[in-house]
């Protein structure tokens, strides 16, 4: 695309221009551009401040900002999908868990039968975490109870 002259400040300015970008003069003759119908609505004017305004300079256009389709995609940050994914993962335990405790009794897991039976000293006080039967806890008291009796009762080896 060829520049041509502006006929005021005889700077160089682009053949499509409607106003000399250098001095503000408006483009008449054959160098013109065809005049674009703007909507009267979506009109809008960009003010530089209390600069002298020359009225054969047309006003700037602003185009309004089409809304974001709710079709496209929401960009997000890594970290939101990831403490999203969390906390989807998080939900989704506490549902297995409401589920496994339908009538409001906390299961004794396997590892803790084992380790109650062998060494109940130490294990049966997990019985006491929230969600466990009395049920529960009386076996488990109770056996702790039955060997705390079992080694009172056994018979003291005589001295050597």
Same mark, same amino acid.
């Given at each position: /695309?060829?520049?041509?002259?502006?006929?005021?400040?005889?700077?160089?300015? *682009?053949?499509?221009?409607? %106003?000399?970008? $250098?001095?503000?003069?408006?483009? %008449?003759?054959? $160098?013109?551009?065809?005049?674009? *119908?703007?909507?009267?609505?979506?009109?809008?004017?960009?003010?530089?401040?209390?600069?002298?305004?020359?009225?054969?300079?047309?006003?700037?256009?602003? +185009?309004?900002?089409?809304?974001? *389709?709710?079709?496209?995609?929401?960009?997000?940050?890594? +970290?939101?999908?990831?403490?999203?994914? =969390?906390?989807?993962? =998080?939900?989704?335990? =506490?549902?297995?868990?409401?589920? *496994?405790?339908?009538?409001?009794?906390?299961?004794?897991?396997? !590892?803790?039968?084992? /380790?109650?039976?062998? /060494?109940?000293? /130490?294990?049966? !006080?997990?019985?006491?975490?929230?969600? $466990?039967?009395?049920?529960?806890?009386?076996?488990?008291?109770?056996?702790?109870?039955?060997?705390?009796?079992?080694?009172?009762?056994?018979? %003291?080896?005589?001295?050597?």
């Amino acid at each position: /695309m060829a520049l041509i002259e502006c006929y005021e400040c005889k700077r160089s300015i *682009s053949p499509e221009a409607m %106003t000399c970008i $250098h001095c503000g003069a408006p483009m %008449t003759g054959k $160098h013109a551009p065809l005049q674009v *119908s703007r909507p009267a609505t979506a009109t809008s004017t960009i003010s530089f401040g209390s600069l002298p305004r020359n009225k054969a300079v047309t006003d700037a256009f602003v +185009a309004e900002a089409a809304p974001a *389709s709710a079709l496209e995609p929401k960009v997000m940050p890594a +970290a939101a999908g990831r403490r999203r994914r =969390q906390q989807a993962e =998080q939900a989704a335990e =506490q549902a297995v868990e409401q589920q *496994s405790y339908v009538d409001g009794v906390r299961p004794v897991e396997g !590892w803790l039968k084992v /380790m109650a039976f062998l /060494m109940p000293m /130490m294990f049966v !006080w997990f019985l006491l975490r929230r969600g $466990h039967s009395l049920k529960q806890r009386l076996f488990g008291f109770g056996w702790l109870a039955l060997l705390i009796f079992c080694v009172a009762i056994a018979p %003291t080896p005589p001295p050597v």
